[in-house]
T-cell receptor
Framework: GENVEQHPSTLSVQEGDSAVIKCTYS??????FPWYKQELGKGPQLIID?????GEKKDQRIAVTLNKTAKHFSLHITETQPEDSAVYFC???????????FGSGTQLTVLP | GAGVSQSPSNKVTEKGKDVELRCDPI?????LYWYRQSLGQGLEFLIY????????KSGLPSDRFSAERTGGSVSTLTIQRTQQEDSAVYLC????????????FGPGTRLLVL
């Protein structure tokens, strides 16, 4: 089955700086890669996703890149703000499955 | 519109008791998923429903865990003879049922087994 590894587990940045979170996956058949943000006491919320037919996707301050050859994908947050502080999860799903396989999460702290 | 709702939000039970967790998906969503999130961990898949059928139960950790869905809507996750290691947040998600569509999560049920 699919295995997703996520790094780093914790990340602290100054407000206004950029943050990068990286994930690798094991199943070359995986073709859908969402990113979720989870605030304390809440369920995960989708912030951006990418499918295997594109290499990059951007939505305002958030971007995701995908390298299928290397089997890794990354989340980039620019001009970070204190409200970006949360736990971020990457996930992957192979074409044959419906469920998501999640990484272990990154606790992002944006320092004012 | 309303999102995914789950009840109860918190549940404390004694070891050996049975518990039922409820999920109300977004109206019209045919796919429903249960995940488990242990303290400080990622999300672990439990079971997936398409309509009232469960084509994938591969994530259920033991035969003490079961789930059903009725009317293509509400789902109930039942844990029998709870153990301390069952303590976790149980998250439900729903999607439109189309391939690779966004899964929308509920707020979760925090289960503590004493």
């Amino acid at each position: 089955g699919e295995n997703v590894e996520q790094h780093p587990s914790t990340l602290s940045v100054q407000e206004g700086d950029s943050a990068v979170i990286k994930c690798t996956y094991s199943d070359s058949a995986s073709n859908y890669f969402p990113w979720y943000k989870q605030e304390l006491g809440k369920g995960p919320q989708l912030i951006i996703d990418i499918r295997s037919n594109v290499g990059e996707k951007k939505d305002q301050r958030i971007a995701v890149t995908l390298n299928k050859t290397a089997k890794h994908f990354s989340l980039h947050i620019t001009e970070t703000q204190p409200e970006d502080s949360a736990v971020y999860f990457c996930a992957a799903t192979p074409g044959s499955a419906r469920q998501l396989t999640f990484g272990s999460g990154t606790q992002l702290t944006v320092l004012p | 519109g309303a999102g995914v709702s789950q009840s109860p939000s918190n549940k404390v039970t004694e070891k050996g008791k049975d518990v039922e967790l409820r999920c109300d998906p977004i109206s019209g969503h045919t796919a429903l998923y249960w995940y488990r999130q242990s303290l400080g961990q990622g999300l672990e898949f439990l079971i997936y429903f398409q309509g009232n059928s469960a084509p994938d139960k591969s994530g259920l950790p033991s035969d003490r865990f079961s789930a059903e869905r009725t009317g293509g809507s509400v789902s109930t996750l039942t844990i029998q003879r709870t153990q301390q290691e069952d303590s976790a947040v149980y998250l439900c998600a729903s999607s439109s049922g189309s391939f690779q569509e966004t899964q929308y999560f509920g707020p979760g049920t925090r289960l503590l087994v004493l």
